[in-house]
């Protein structure tokens, strides 16, 4: 008997990938944030996101119009990440008996309000009993095949960029968890850089969304594009609410910007000599791709970089 | 506070879909085996369905390869129901801690083995911890437009008829529940009709596949066309094997093929001037599309048909 903590989420995936062939029209399939099919004019994206009660989200002190919002935006994030824009959602729910009629339409309500802010339009589902609510989500998007970015895009010299700031969710979760009050909206009400992945792809290399942390997204880039990475610790963006919540409940909130996740911001990696086209979004470098070798560099200290949030090890 | 049992599975799926709009390109949305996008020279077809385990699996009695087997199956006998066929799938699964890598394996062999036998490749997913083992399967296939076959195509004077034979997974599954031998395979590897579904499609007006049992089926099929329905129930086809199961167990094996469900087989409408035109399909005529009300004949009484598999009712 083997445990899949023993092997982990990403070892599990890869080892799933393995033992399936590729197949008619695939472009990507396993091992990116969306699968892409090749099309006449443009690609098609899909991606499927599961969430759990207990492990994805808490009952507790997420209200049903929170947690729907939340799984759309987290599926949203997915597509942004490939530089498309999604086109059509299907939902699937399990619904336990202390799920009523107002909890179901509340859930519904958020993720129609997402799906209406990120322009997309859920065509169908299912809807059955379970003994835990369980969340699945698939979005169909487009991309122009000039502007699909993989994870595997990225080149030796490139500069890693992220937009916005990090920790800001884990912030939220660990508040919440200890019950102390402070930064906690974005936790319960995040959003997704859709606008900013259409920007970005016409200019970057590779793009990856925050779902698990920097240090794994990062390391996700390195290993699809069989380079080496370095990011400096004091470079990377976290925001005064993120440090003051760190404080107040003595957490670093470096470990939250690395390995937590559900952050939502967009990881992309840029040639030094086109950052300049980079425009109309705000971001923050944070290292650079180098041949070989991964590491956090804090001052003069060199470490491996390392963690990410795992499924099965958290 | 309403509870969904009060609404029942079917109420709370039409409750959702009167809260969405329809989309740009979507040619049905919810209310059918699959939702159909609209393209060049092919309908897209979509379907999505969520297992979960003590609803829709026993972990006691099915080994996870079974688990894995049927629920491709399942998936791929809704993209046969619309006349079309499977060309890719994603899998989403929620892994408990006592799944170890051997289940896991075994699980994703079945779902394998039946993505070789039904032609399609498996193209990403999600793999996450949660409390109950739960999969979540969405399938993309493809369909010629004039094929199409959605359950309001429907016409009055039309004969309602059914591939192979019905109540033969509830006939398992009774057994397996009383611990009693007997014919147990059809409801633990089940398959699908979907070369069937290929040769229907062009000659059939309505189509679903068994998922909730007979009844359940022909009212969806009353419902979207808008027509009548009578089935005679010494028509229903059930085999000798099914017939022995339920004399072992003291149950009545018109209720499995009525309200039972998971048969996968195909119940289709057709005008009798076209029926000859069936050749290669088996099948047999169960009853008629009529103006108004759906009824059950048997013999002399005609109740009211009622009945098929509710998952927040039974």
Avoid at 41 to 52: A, F, I, R
Wanted: with cysteine.
């Amino acid at each position: 008997m083997t445990s899949l903590r023993e092997l982990g989420e990403f070892g599990l995936i890869d080892r799933l990938a393995s033992k399936i062939g590729s197949g008619k029209d695939v472009v990507k399939g396993i091992g990116d944030d969306c699968a892409v099919l090749d099309g006449e004019d443009l690609y098609t994206l899909v991606t499927t996101d599961m969430l759990v009660s207990g492990d994805h989200f808490n009952r507790r002190w997420q209200t049903p119009k929170q947690i729907g919002w939340k799984s759309m935006v987290a599926n949203v994030s997915d597509v942004a990440a490939m530089g498309g824009y999604p086109v059509w959602a299907l939902v699937s729910m399990a619904l336990p008996d202390d799920v009523d009629l107002e909890y179901m339409d509340s859930l519904y309500e958020g993720m129609i309000a997402a799906s209406e802010k990120y322009g997309l339009t859920i065509i169908g589902g299912d809807t059955t009993h379970g003994d835990l609510l369980v969340i699945n989500i698939v979005i169909i998007g487009k991309v122009e095949k000039e502007n699909l970015c993989l994870r595997g895009d990225a080149r030796v010299g490139d500069l890693i960029c992220v937009t916005g700031d990090l920790g800001k969710s884990w912030a939220g979760l660990d508040l919440l968890r200890a019950g102390v009050q402070g930064y906690t909206e974005y936790h319960l009400e995040p959003s997704c850089r859709l606008d900013e992945g259409r920007q970005l792809a016409k200019h970057v290399g590779a793009m990856i969304d925050v779902s698990d942390g920097l240090a794994s997204e990062v390391l996700h880039i390195c290993e699809q594009s069989g380079v080496g990475a370095e990011v400096h610790k004091d470079k990377i963006p976290i925001s005064t609410r993120t440090r003051e919540a760190a404080e107040k409940i003595g957490k670093d909130p470096y470990f939250w910007a690395l390995s937590g996740g559900e952050d939502f911001e967009l990881v992309f990696t840029v040639p030094g000599s086109e950052i300049d086209m980079i425009k109309d979004v705000s971001y923050t470098v944070v290292g650079r791709i180098i041949d070989d070798g991964r590491y956090l560099v804090d001052g003069d200290e060199r470490s491996e970089l390392s963690g990410g949030y795992d499924h099965f090890r958290t």
